[in-house]
């Protein structure tokens, strides 16, 4: 059997999509022949794809906003079948001590990654049980399933929420034909935010982080989209509540 990434005639829904791995993975959809509608409330972050997908500005952490946005997408393209959570990130946010988090940035980032992913999650899984078929992916991190490398605690206890969500969304989804499944991503190059968190380090810790992947380089968001792709696709109707850390090999 021949595996090939030939989404024709379905639909998708990418959060995040404004910059780094959700533009690339709206843009890989686009390209291997989906309908494709992209969620941020970043608008014209999203401007580069106005010629490969449907964009919808929206604040993801709005459960009524989501809700809505997604009926605009049903009523587009006639439902949906592939939803793919890439909203979230760090805010901007860096780390410190435990002593300086605030209940702000704390709860900021539990909005931007996990909240969006379940309002979405939610408005979505209504049309998929209509038509018994689904594919649900989330974008954790490689933070979701060891401590972080940005030292912000609230991304890494997010990030571990999502890993949890996906696993419960897959049992409670399974028998009505929809899979749940979730790509952690290592250190990626996608977005400002990851370029500050780079640019932070010493010589020294860049050459100690690369020479700690097997594959020695960082990842680009391309390697996220692939694997997104390959969870969302025909092939893996029998995989789910699985996370794919696509980090290059961890020692």
């Given at each position: 059997?021949?595996?090939?990434?030939?989404?024709?005639?379905?639909?998708?829904?990418?959060?995040?999509?404004?910059?780094?791995?959700?533009?690339?993975?709206?843009?890989?959809?686009?390209?291997?022949?989906?309908?494709?509608?992209?969620?941020?409330?970043?608008?014209?972050?999203?401007?580069?794809?106005?010629?490969?997908?449907?964009?919808?500005?929206?604040?993801?952490?709005?459960?009524?906003?989501?809700?809505?946005?997604?009926?605009?997408?049903?009523?587009?393209?006639?439902?949906?079948d592939i939803l793919v959570t890439a909203a979230g990130g760090v805010r901007g946010q860096v780390?410190?001590?435990?002593?300086?988090?605030?209940?702000?940035?704390?709860?900021?980032?539990?909005?931007?990654?996990?909240?969006?992913?379940?309002?979405?999650?939610?408005?979505?899984?209504?049309?998929?049980?209509?038509?018994?078929?689904?594919?649900?992916?989330?974008?954790?991190?490689?933070?979701?399933?060891?401590?972080?490398?940005?030292?912000?605690?609230?991304?890494?206890?997010?990030?571990?929420?999502?890993?949890?969500?996906?696993?419960?969304?897959?049992?409670?989804?399974?028998?009505?034909?929809?899979?749940?499944?979730?790509v952690a991503p290592g250190f990626v190059l996608s977005n400002p935010n990851t370029q500050r968190?780079?640019?932070?380090?010493?010589?020294?810790?860049?050459?100690?982080?690369?020479?700690?992947?097997?594959?020695?380089?960082?990842?680009?968001?391309?390697?996220?989209?692939?694997?997104?792709?390959?969870?969302?696709?025909?092939?893996?109707?029998?995989?789910?509540?699985?996370?794919?850390?696509?980090?290059?090999?961890?020692?």
């Amino acid at each position: 059997m021949s595996v090939s990434f030939d989404f024709s005639g379905k639909s998708v829904i990418v959060t995040g999509a404004a910059q780094g791995i959700g533009r690339q993975i709206a843009q890989s959809f686009f390209d291997a022949g989906a309908r494709v509608a992209a969620f941020d409330i970043d608008r014209a972050g999203m401007a580069a794809l106005e010629n490969s997908a449907l964009l919808v500005d929206v604040d993801l952490s709005d459960q009524q906003a989501v809700a809505t946005a997604v009926e605009t997408v049903v009523a587009k393209f006639g439902g949906i079948d592939i939803l793919v959570t890439a909203a979230g990130g760090v805010r901007g946010q860096v780390g410190g001590p435990i002593e300086a988090v605030t209940q702000e940035n704390w709860q900021r980032l539990f909005a931007a990654n996990v909240e969006s992913a379940l309002w979405c999650a939610q408005a979505v899984a209504p049309h998929m049980k209509r038509r018994s078929a689904g594919r649900i992916v989330t974008i954790s991190s490689g933070a979701g399933l060891r401590p972080s490398l940005t030292g912000i605690q609230a991304y890494s206890a997010a990030k571990h929420a999502l890993v949890g969500l996906t696993k419960q969304l897959a049992l409670e989804l399974g028998p009505s034909g929809i899979t749940v499944n979730s790509v952690a991503p290592g250190f990626v190059l996608s977005n400002p935010n990851t370029q500050r968190q780079w640019d932070s380090y010493s010589a020294d810790q860049q050459d100690r982080l690369v020479a700690s992947t097997f594959m020695r380089r960082l990842g680009t968001p391309e390697d996220i989209a692939a694997a997104a792709l390959f969870l969302a696709s025909e092939e893996t109707s029998w995989i789910s509540g699985q996370i794919l850390s696509v980090d290059g090999g961890r020692a």
